[in-house]
């Protein structure tokens, strides 16, 4: 089977995410979701509800902060283990999965995921769902050059990406390819 791991970074979201996850659903796919340890805390049942469809979920920092790689290593391991706390609570998940706002990684992030045991997990393809681009752009620059083995960045915080997201997954299915959680295209345990 043609693999790809569809992911989401900054939910969960109590609008957004549930549609997403129907979808999902509706087309037998699995994804990663890399949740912001606040929002976690504030629609929990949203976060409890990726787990219970079988999807993963991996860190994606406490607060997002726009200066995040600005922060002292301290700082990033705080954000870091508060997020993780934050999912086990609710979860009773240790998520070994993680993702740097922004994509921002330095010396300081380094440290603390590495003092931490969390796998950094990046992407091949960037769709740019939080731009400006219209949903055909967007749709477009994800699957032109889609391939086994691919992972696809979305986010899980508007209209317009679940709208594109009908659209892969119809595109998935016709092309003989399958969305699968990070870990299982990658082969690496999600929890510890």
């Known amino acids: 089977m043609n693999w790809v791991a569809i992911t989401f970074d900054d939910g969960p979201h109590p609008d957004f995410t549930p549609k997403i996850l129907e979808l999902l659903q509706k087309y037998n796919a699995k994804a990663s979701f890399f949740?912001?340890?606040q929002l976690v805390g504030q629609y929990g049942s949203v976060a409890k509800d990726i787990i219970e469809r079988g999807h993963t979920i991996g860190n994606h920092t406490y607060t997002h902060s726009n200066g995040f790689g600005f922060l002292s290593t301290n700082k990033v391991l705080l954000e870091l283990?508060?997020?993780?706390?934050?999912i086990h609570e609710l979860t009773g998940l240790n998520t070994k999965l993680y993702r740097p706002?922004?994509?921002v990684t330095n010396p300081n992030i380094n440290r603390a995921v590495k003092k931490m045991n969390l796998e950094t997990i990046g992407?091949?393809?960037?769709?740019?769902?939080?731009t400006k681009r219209s949903k055909k752009a967007i749709l477009e620059r994800v699957t032109s050059k889609l391939k086994k083995g691919d992972i696809i960045l979305?986010?899980?915080?508007?209209?317009?990406?679940v709208e594109v997201l009908?659209?892969?997954?119809l595109f998935l299915h016709q092309n003989n390819m399958q969305s699968v959680s990070v870990d299982q295209l990658l082969d690496i345990e999600a929890y510890a």
Do not use: M, P, Y
């Open 35 to 37: 949740c912001v340890g």
């Open 81 to 86: 283990q508060k997020t993780n706390e934050t």
């Open 123 to 130: 992407w091949s393809i960037r769709s740019l769902d939080t």
């Open 154 to 161: 979305l986010h899980d915080t508007s209209e317009k990406t």
């Open 101 to 103: 706002a922004f994509g």
């Open 166 to 169: 009908e659209q892969l997954l």
